[in-house]
């Protein structure tokens, strides 16, 4: 992927109040692209590196109330109606990639929207500013997330600058499967390092994630080793059949165990809050039917990590 323009990115969304993003009250960035395919993933919006149109078929007032959206910009037959009593807008999305916020802005109910706008530094920070007294008071800042974050390094770079300049405690959540060069630009500018450890086993990790993991795991060891002043806490997105064996565990525990700097191994159970948004972008969820891991499993997985980190109960039972 080429970057946006110097000191300009896709961003999906500002989220403020986050408390699960790094520590005390947090400002979340999410920004676009991600270079993984995890069949789980919450945010599909994120994974492309360009923006997307999104439909939502019940927000439709129909062809006969509007159909302004059936008029040019958009390519012809991207947007059509079929023949019959329901006349509400349907998509073609083999064609639908080339209809932008021209399209979106005439949709009167917000049926139709784009994921993914140009943001600037200080556009984002105008916005993290505005929580400024949250954080002094509780310790928070910005965190960026995504998608993958690195994979817009220099604006990440020179975002995380900026803010510290103004005295904000800066996070990032990365799954690491970026070139090396990427994570040392930015990690220079950070101060809590958030990375997933989504499956230890090679073929595995391909299967579900979509790519390899020895470049993550790579990075990973770079990272700890380059940067020792950096806080860096690792994480494992729980799903059931996936990775909530024993062995996943153990085995992240002895990744990370013999770096001081890696100071906490966090696990997040499976939740299907974003199978909406799939069918907004067109596409089906893969993983409709998997369970939620129950709070059995969560308690006794979170044990070893207590035990490998010499605590006696878990921050988060």
Same mark, same amino acid.
């Given at each position: 992927?080429?970057?946006?323009?110097?000191?300009?990115?896709?961003?999906?969304?500002?989220?403020?109040?986050?408390? %699960?993003?790094?520590? &005390?009250?947090?400002?979340?960035?999410?920004?676009?692209?991600?270079?993984?395919?995890?069949?789980?993933?919450?945010?599909?919006?994120?994974? @492309? #590196?360009?923006?997307?149109?999104?439909?939502?078929?019940?927000?439709?007032?129909?062809?006969?109330?509007?159909?302004?959206?059936?008029?040019? #910009?958009?390519?012809?037959?991207?947007?059509?109606?079929?023949?019959?009593?329901?006349?509400?807008?349907?998509?073609? !999305? $083999?064609?639908?990639?080339?209809?932008? /916020?021209?399209? =979106?802005?005439?949709?009167?109910? &917000?049926?139709?929207?784009?994921? &993914? @706008?140009?943001?600037?530094?200080?556009?984002?920070?105008?916005?993290?500013?505005?929580?400024?007294?949250?954080?002094?008071?509780?310790?928070?800042?910005?965190?960026?997330?995504?998608?993958?974050?690195?994979?817009?390094?220099?604006?990440?770079?020179?975002?995380?600058?900026?803010?510290?300049?103004?005295?904000? %405690?800066?996070?990032?959540? =990365?799954?690491?499967?970026?070139? !090396?060069?990427?994570?040392?630009?930015?990690? #220079?500018?950070?101060?809590?390092?958030? @990375?997933?450890?989504?499956?230890?086993?090679?073929?595995?990790?391909?299967?579900?994630?979509?790519? $390899? %993991? *020895?470049?993550?795991? $790579?990075?990973?060891? *770079?990272? +700890?080793?380059?940067?020792?002043?950096?806080?860096?806490?690792?994480?494992? /997105?729980?799903?059931?059949?996936?990775?909530?064996?024993?062995?996943?565990?153990?085995?992240?525990?002895?990744?990370?165990?013999? +770096?001081?700097?890696?100071?906490?191994?966090?696990?997040?159970?499976?939740?299907?809050?974003?199978?909406?948004? +799939?069918?907004?972008?067109?596409?089906? +969820?893969?993983?409709? $039917?998997?369970?939620?891991?129950? /709070?059995?499993?969560?308690?006794?997985?979170?044990?070893?990590?207590?035990?490998?980190?010499? *605590?006696?109960?878990?921050?988060?039972?």
């Amino acid at each position: 992927m080429e970057q946006q323009a110097k000191g300009t990115a896709l961003v999906l969304n500002i989220q403020h109040f986050c408390t %699960n993003d790094g520590p &005390g009250i947090r400002t979340t960035v999410f920004l676009k692209f991600c270079s993984n395919r995890c069949k789980w993933c919450c945010n599909p919006e994120s994974i @492309h #590196p360009k923006p997307e149109l999104a439909y939502n078929v019940s927000k439709c007032i129909g062809k006969k109330a509007c159909g302004l959206c059936l008029k040019p #910009p958009c390519p012809e037959g991207a947007l059509f109606v079929l023949d019959g009593p329901d006349d509400r807008v349907h998509v073609n !999305w $083999d064609l639908a990639s080339d209809c932008g /916020p021209e399209t =979106t802005a005439v949709c009167p109910t &917000g049926a139709l929207n784009l994921f &993914g @706008h140009e943001t600037t530094i200080d556009e984002v920070l105008a916005e993290v500013e505005q929580d400024d007294a949250f954080y002094r008071e509780s310790g928070g800042g910005i965190t960026l997330s995504g998608g993958e974050c690195l994979l817009q390094h220099d604006f990440c770079a020179a975002l995380l600058a900026e803010a510290h300049k103004r005295g904000i %405690n800066t996070a990032i959540e =990365t799954a690491g499967n970026v070139p !090396w060069e990427f994570m040392q630009q930015v990690l #220079p500018q950070v101060d809590m390092v958030l @990375h997933d450890h989504k499956i230890t086993d090679p073929e595995r990790h391909k299967k579900w994630v979509g790519t $390899d %993991n *020895r470049r993550i795991l $790579d990075n990973y060891k *770079r990272a +700890y080793e380059t940067f020792p002043e950096k806080t860096f806490i690792a994480r494992t /997105p729980i799903i059931p059949g996936v990775n909530d064996d024993e062995e996943h565990i153990r085995a992240v525990l002895a990744f990370i165990r013999p +770096y001081k700097n890696v100071v906490n191994y966090e696990l997040l159970p499976y939740h299907r809050f974003g199978e909406a948004k +799939y069918g907004f972008l067109g596409r089906v +969820y893969e993983l409709k $039917d998997f369970p939620l891991p129950p /709070p059995e499993t969560m308690q006794r997985l979170r044990a070893i990590i207590d035990e490998a980190f010499g *605590r006696t109960t878990s921050p988060q039972s």
